[in-house]
Protein backbone atom coordinates (compact mmCIF):
# COMPACT_ATOMS: atom_id res chain seq x y z
CA UNK A 1 0.00 0.00 0.00
CA UNK A 2 1.27 3.75 -0.67
CA UNK A 3 2.02 6.17 1.65
CA UNK A 4 -0.90 8.27 -0.29
CA UNK A 5 -3.40 5.29 0.17
CA UNK A 6 -2.67 4.86 4.42
CA UNK A 7 -2.56 8.03 4.89
CA UNK A 8 -6.23 7.95 2.94
CA UNK A 9 -5.12 11.25 1.08
CA UNK A 10 -6.91 12.47 -1.70
CA UNK A 11 -3.91 15.17 -3.36
CA UNK A 12 -1.09 14.37 -4.25
CA UNK A 13 2.07 15.18 -2.52
CA UNK A 14 3.79 18.63 -3.60
CA UNK A 15 6.70 17.37 -3.94
CA UNK A 16 8.49 13.86 -3.96
CA UNK A 17 10.88 14.96 -0.84
CA UNK A 18 7.52 15.72 0.82
CA UNK A 19 6.48 12.60 0.24
CA UNK A 20 9.89 10.91 1.09
CA UNK A 21 10.25 12.87 4.26
CA UNK A 22 6.37 11.71 5.34
CA UNK A 23 7.18 7.99 4.35
CA UNK A 24 10.38 7.93 6.69
CA UNK A 25 8.14 9.21 9.67
CA UNK A 26 5.11 7.65 9.39
CA UNK A 27 7.72 4.35 8.87
CA UNK A 28 9.36 5.46 12.13
CA UNK A 29 6.44 5.73 13.83
CA UNK A 30 4.95 2.22 13.05
CA UNK A 31 8.18 0.53 13.87
CA UNK A 32 8.65 2.57 16.92
CA UNK A 33 5.44 1.80 18.38
CA UNK A 34 5.94 -1.97 18.69
CA UNK A 35 9.02 -1.27 20.52
CA UNK A 36 7.62 1.03 22.81
CA UNK A 37 4.75 -1.35 23.37
CA UNK A 38 7.38 -4.01 24.30
CA UNK A 39 9.35 -2.13 26.58
CA UNK A 40 6.13 -0.87 28.37
CA UNK A 41 5.93 -4.38 30.09
CA UNK A 42 9.49 -3.53 31.24
CA UNK A 43 8.35 0.08 32.79
CA UNK A 44 11.31 1.79 30.28
CA UNK A 45 10.62 4.66 27.62
CA UNK A 46 12.22 3.98 24.08
CA UNK A 47 14.53 6.85 25.17
CA UNK A 48 15.43 4.83 28.41
CA UNK A 49 15.78 2.16 27.05
CA UNK A 50 18.71 4.27 24.37
CA UNK A 51 20.34 5.36 27.45
CA UNK A 52 20.78 2.34 28.81
CA UNK A 53 22.03 0.47 26.09
CA UNK A 54 24.56 3.36 25.79
CA UNK A 55 25.75 2.97 29.30
CA UNK A 56 26.53 -0.99 28.88
CA UNK A 57 28.46 -0.42 26.34
CA UNK A 58 30.39 2.22 28.21
CA UNK A 59 31.77 -0.34 30.60
CA UNK A 60 32.65 0.48 34.16
CA UNK A 61 33.95 3.39 33.19
CA UNK A 62 30.49 5.55 32.72
CA UNK A 63 29.99 8.51 30.77
CA UNK A 64 29.25 12.10 32.08
CA UNK A 65 25.91 13.49 30.87
CA UNK A 66 27.29 15.36 28.05
CA UNK A 67 28.44 12.13 26.36
CA UNK A 68 24.82 10.53 26.87
CA UNK A 69 23.21 13.07 25.51
CA UNK A 70 25.79 13.60 22.14
CA UNK A 71 25.02 9.53 21.57
CA UNK A 72 21.31 9.75 22.34
CA UNK A 73 19.31 8.31 18.85
CA UNK A 74 16.40 10.85 19.62
CA UNK A 75 17.90 14.45 20.63
CA UNK A 76 16.13 15.42 24.21
CA UNK A 77 15.92 18.72 25.98
CA UNK A 78 16.93 18.00 29.30
CA UNK A 79 19.04 14.75 29.55
CA UNK A 80 19.63 16.11 33.36
CA UNK A 81 16.07 15.54 34.22
CA UNK A 82 15.67 12.14 31.96
CA UNK A 83 18.96 10.80 34.06
CA UNK A 84 17.54 11.83 36.95
CA UNK A 85 14.42 9.82 36.70
CA UNK A 86 16.28 7.02 35.74
CA UNK A 87 18.50 7.31 39.23
CA UNK A 88 14.48 7.72 41.62
CA UNK A 89 14.31 4.21 39.72
CA UNK A 90 17.41 2.81 40.47
CA UNK A 91 18.29 2.25 36.79
CA UNK A 92 21.70 4.29 37.02
CA UNK A 93 24.10 5.37 39.33
CA UNK A 94 26.02 9.33 39.42
CA UNK A 95 29.39 9.66 41.25
CA UNK A 96 31.31 13.11 41.40
CA UNK A 97 35.06 12.96 39.37
CA UNK A 98 37.00 13.41 42.44
CA UNK A 99 39.73 14.65 40.35
CA UNK A 100 37.15 17.28 38.77
CA UNK A 101 34.56 18.19 40.90
CA UNK A 102 32.36 19.54 37.57
CA UNK A 103 32.11 15.78 36.04
CA UNK A 104 29.24 13.50 37.14
CA UNK A 105 29.94 9.91 35.88
CA UNK A 106 26.68 8.09 34.98
CA UNK A 107 26.78 4.38 35.52
CA UNK A 108 24.37 1.51 34.99
CA UNK A 109 22.92 -1.02 38.24
CA UNK A 110 23.54 -4.33 38.34
CA UNK A 111 19.50 -3.90 38.26
CA UNK A 112 19.21 -2.47 35.21
CA UNK A 113 21.58 -4.68 33.37
CA UNK A 114 19.66 -7.71 34.30
CA UNK A 115 16.68 -5.59 32.67
CA UNK A 116 18.68 -5.40 29.42
CA UNK A 117 19.61 -8.97 29.62
CA UNK A 118 16.14 -10.01 29.60
CA UNK A 119 14.96 -7.34 26.84
CA UNK A 120 17.88 -8.75 24.62
CA UNK A 121 16.17 -11.55 22.99
CA UNK A 122 12.39 -10.06 22.26
CA UNK A 123 13.90 -6.83 21.14
CA UNK A 124 15.49 -9.00 18.68
CA UNK A 125 12.65 -10.79 17.65
CA UNK A 126 11.05 -7.46 16.92
CA UNK A 127 13.83 -6.19 14.85
CA UNK A 128 13.26 -9.61 12.73
CA UNK A 129 9.90 -9.32 12.69
CA UNK A 130 9.74 -5.66 11.40
CA UNK A 131 12.69 -6.15 9.19
CA UNK A 132 13.73 -9.83 8.41
CA UNK A 133 11.47 -9.78 5.41
CA UNK A 134 14.32 -7.27 3.53
CA UNK A 135 17.34 -9.41 1.68
CA UNK A 136 20.61 -8.19 3.58
CA UNK A 137 21.51 -6.09 -0.28
CA UNK A 138 17.99 -4.35 0.59
CA UNK A 139 18.75 -3.91 4.30
CA UNK A 140 21.98 -2.07 3.53
CA UNK A 141 20.68 -0.04 0.69
CA UNK A 142 18.53 1.48 3.15
CA UNK A 143 21.36 1.90 5.75
CA UNK A 144 23.27 3.86 2.86
CA UNK A 145 20.12 6.08 1.91
CA UNK A 146 19.21 6.69 5.20
CA UNK A 147 23.17 7.99 6.18
CA UNK A 148 22.72 10.01 2.70
CA UNK A 149 19.55 12.06 3.93
CA UNK A 150 21.02 12.70 7.59
CA UNK A 151 24.10 14.51 6.05
CA UNK A 152 21.91 17.65 6.14
CA UNK A 153 19.73 17.44 9.29
Avoid at 7 to 30: C, D, G, V, Y
Avoid at 41 to 53: I, S, W
Avoid at 56 to 84: F, N, Q, S, Y
Wanted: with cysteine; aromatic share 4%.
Amino acid sequence: MSLKDELKQNRPFRSLEQEALLSIERTAALLGYAFAEELKAYGLTPTQYNVLRILRGAGTGGLCRHEVGARLIAPVPDVTRLLDRMEDAGLIERERDSGDRRLVRTRITTRALDVLAKLDEPMEQIHQRQLGHMSKADLRKLVTLLEEARKTA
